[in-house]
């Protein structure tokens, strides 16, 4: 899954999907506005992997760790 910038300026990124059990049922594309926590991290990432991406380079990992 790709995160991206929205017209409006929130992001819209990957998150994981567990049931009441801690196990993983899938993952989930979500949008998050500027108030969000990792909000700066996410946008720093969409940077870096959109200027390698055009240096023809491969995009760097994910920010975040699935739980």
Same mark, same amino acid.
């Given at each position: 899954?790709?995160?991206?910038? !929205? $017209?409006?300026?929130? !992001?819209?990124? +990957?998150?994981?999907?567990?049931?009441?059990?801690?196990? =993983?049922?899938?993952?989930? !594309?979500?949008? =998050?506005? +500027?108030?969000? $926590?990792?909000?700066?991290?996410?946008?720093?990432? =969409? *940077?870096?992997?959109?200027?390698?991406?055009?240096?023809?380079? *491969? +995009?760097?990992?994910? +920010?975040? *760790?699935?739980?």
């Amino acid at each position: 899954m790709q995160a991206h910038r !929205l $017209p409006n300026g929130n !992001l819209m990124v +990957p998150q994981r999907v567990t049931d009441a059990e801690g196990n =993983i049922t899938g993952d989930v !594309l979500v949008e =998050i506005g +500027p108030q969000h $926590p990792e909000y700066r991290c996410w946008l720093d990432w =969409i *940077k870096r992997d959109r200027t390698a991406t055009r240096r023809g380079r *491969k +995009p760097s990992a994910r +920010p975040w *760790k699935p739980s």
